[in-house]
């Protein structure tokens, strides 16, 4: 199905425009990304993102929904989701008053009445029925965030959403977008997802960014971090993900711990603070116990020589 010449030309035209339109709104993106994104939105295909916790999937929907103007709706995936609560519902204590009212006003044709009970003013619309609305002749971004943690049977729903860009609706009949939604579905990978629906998708693995890019990102959401926190950051972190942790920290941690250091006005870091800290940083105890006190003092006086050479 296609879009609007009027939503088409909000459309990046070329990788490059990719990237700097996402750079300009804050996201940092990698070329790998840019162009897979690019490449959903020519083609109208679902964009399907993979990778640990806390890398930015989420963030590139709502960086997304801002940089082409168009409205964001989120499903955000959990276990028991159903159709109830993703797609529709019928409004049922709406119904049992118009029923009332139709039997208090005289003889009721039962067939008649059954049908407009059903009628979509009764229907209560979810993410997935919303996102195939088109207002003003634009399509909105849908974001499905973390489908890992959903059923396998609501998986299995999404096929008919994501291939045709339509929900059936028993008591109405298919529903079907008039222009193509922008979707991006993420999953933090606690589960497979199954073929049937990737092949729906073009996809991508969200890695954890290079340092290079990693101190772009903190010198533009955290502006207040001096440069050589900014840079003793990042390098603490990268060291961080080499090592055997059960979490390793991910972008979302890194700019929370700088925020947090900023807040503290920190200008450079010492095992003391680092220490005091690392509960920004990490969510597990045993990572924490494992990097405090004399492995902090060896992660700091490892970068000494990164600091030197700054990044």
């Known amino acids: 199905m296609h879009e609007s ?3 088409s030309n909000q459309l990046p035209g070329s990788i490059d425009e990719v990237l700097n339109r996402l750079g300009s709104a804050g996201y940092m993106a990698d070329r790998s990304l840019a ?4 490449l959903s939105l020519k083609m109208g295909r ?3 993102l993979e990778g640990e916790a806390g890398v930015g999937k989420t963030e590139i929907a709502k960086v997304l929904s801002s940089m082409l103007e168009r409205p964001l709706i989120r499903l955000q995936c959990y276990e028991g989701l159903d159709i109830s609560n993703a797609v529709y519902e019928w409004n049922f204590a709406a119904q049992m008053i118009a029923v009332r009212a ?5 003889p009721v044709d039962s067939k008649s009445l059954v049908k407009d009970l059903y009628d979509e003013q009764f229907l209560i619309k979810r993410p997935l029925l919303q996102a195939l609305e088109c207002k003003n002749g634009i399509a909105p971004v849908l974001l499905i965030d973390e ?3 959903a059923d396998e049977a609501f998986e299995a729903y999404l096929l008919e959403v994501l291939s045709d860009n339509q929900i059936t609706i028993p008591e109405i009949g298919t529903i079907t977008a008039s222009s193509t939604p922008i979707v991006i579905v993420t999953t933090n990978r606690t589960r497979e997802i199954h073929d049937a629906l990737k092949r729906r998708c073009l996809y991508h693995w969200v890695d954890y960014p290079d340092a290079k890019r990693e101190l772009a990102i903190v010198r533009n959401k955290v502006p207040g971090a001096s440069a050589q926190l900014a840079a003793s950051i990042v390098a603490f972190v990268q060291e961080l993900r080499t090592m055997d942790l059960f979490k390793n920290p991910g972008v979302a941690e890194t700019l929370d711990w700088a925020t947090a250091l900023t807040e503290l006005d920190k200008i450079a870091l010492d095992p003391e603070t680092v220490s005091d800290t690392l509960g920004v940083l990490l969510k597990y105890q045993d990572d924490i116990q494992a990097i405090q006190g004399s492995e902090a003092t060896r992660i700091l006086d490892s970068i ?3 600091m030197a050479n700054p990044i």
């Open 35 to 38: 162009t897979v994104l690019y």
């Open 5 to 7: 010449a009027e939503t």
């Open 46 to 48: 679902p964009l399907f």
């Open 147 to 149: 489908l890992d943690r």
């Open 102 to 106: 139709a039997e208090a006003s005289g």
């Open 304 to 306: 000494k020589g990164k």
